[in-house]
């Protein structure tokens, strides 16, 4: 690892303890850089790849393009979370328990309840 890179790297480190807070731990003795991703990879600031099997991306990828254009799409109908009622969070709620088998499929609102969020 060059000096140059080390020397960044302390500069963007030093910054984050500073503006970031300390309750988001990094992972390893001397943090990754990470600037862009692609596919199922990673890469820092030197250009170095680094398979990413990690981040809640992986099933999917970095930069998926089908993913990007349909976040796109939400965030420039509304960007909120559900503390509001909003018929795309039933529909894909739906949609994504319509894919359970039937051994994991419930009928009651509090075994739903169970099921997503135990």
Known sequence: M??????????VLQQRKQLYG??????YDQPLNIVRGQGCYLYDEAGKEYLDCVNNVTHVGHGNERVT???????CQVNTN????????????????????????????????KMLFV
């Open 69 to 75: 254009a349909a976040i796109a799409s939400q965030l």
């Open 2 to 11: 060059s000096a140059d890179h080390i020397s960044g790297n302390s500069s």
């Open 82 to 113: 559900s503390r509001y009622l909003n018929g795309q969070l039933t529909a894909y709620c739906q949609e994504l328990t319509d894919t359970l088998p039937d051994s994991l499929k419930v009928s009651t609102q509090q075994e739903r309840c």
């Open 22 to 27: 300390p309750n988001a731990a990094l992972s």
